[in-house]
């Protein structure tokens, strides 16, 4: 999920995450819809949006719509597709086999989460 050590797509392959496809422009989730799945981008770019601000721009290997499903609240943001989009649907029981398959996995989230956290601070 870094520059660094690229995800490789095959641990998901075999746990049978599905694929989606999204034209530019297409929605992916809305903000307060319920969270069953997080997303990693396999191709494309991913906007995540809130009160029209984009927060972020998710490039291949990227991952998004962690948060709601951690800890299964609604979504706190929006993601629509900046162009052509594929993604793997990670829902929660693939989420728990990736982890027990690769337990890097979970750190990968977490570096994750504490790098958007530390972003949001520094803009507080």
Same mark, same amino acid.
């Given at each position: 999920m870094t520059e660094e050590q690229p995800?490789?797509?095959t641990l998901l392959d075999r746990v049978g995450a599905p694929y989606r496809h999204f034209e530019a422009g =297409?929605?992916?989730f809305l903000e307060e819809d319920a969270g069953n799945a997080m997303y990693m981008v396999r191709s494309g770019r991913?906007?995540?949006i809130t009160y029209g601000i984009v927060l972020e721009n998710v490039r291949a290997g990227g991952i998004f719509g962690e948060m709601a499903l951690?800890?299964?609240g609604p979504?706190?943001?929006a993601?629509?597709?900046a162009e052509p989009t =594929?993604?793997?649907a990670i829902d929660k029981p693939t989420f728990l086999a990736v982890i027990r398959d690769d337990p890097q996995f979970a750190l990968k989230v977490m570096g994750l989460l504490a790098t958007r956290l530390r972003r949001t601070n520094k803009q507080i």
């Open positions: 995800f490789d797509f =297409e929605k992916i991913v906007d995540v951690i800890d299964d979504r706190s943001a993601a629509m597709a =594929e993604v793997v």
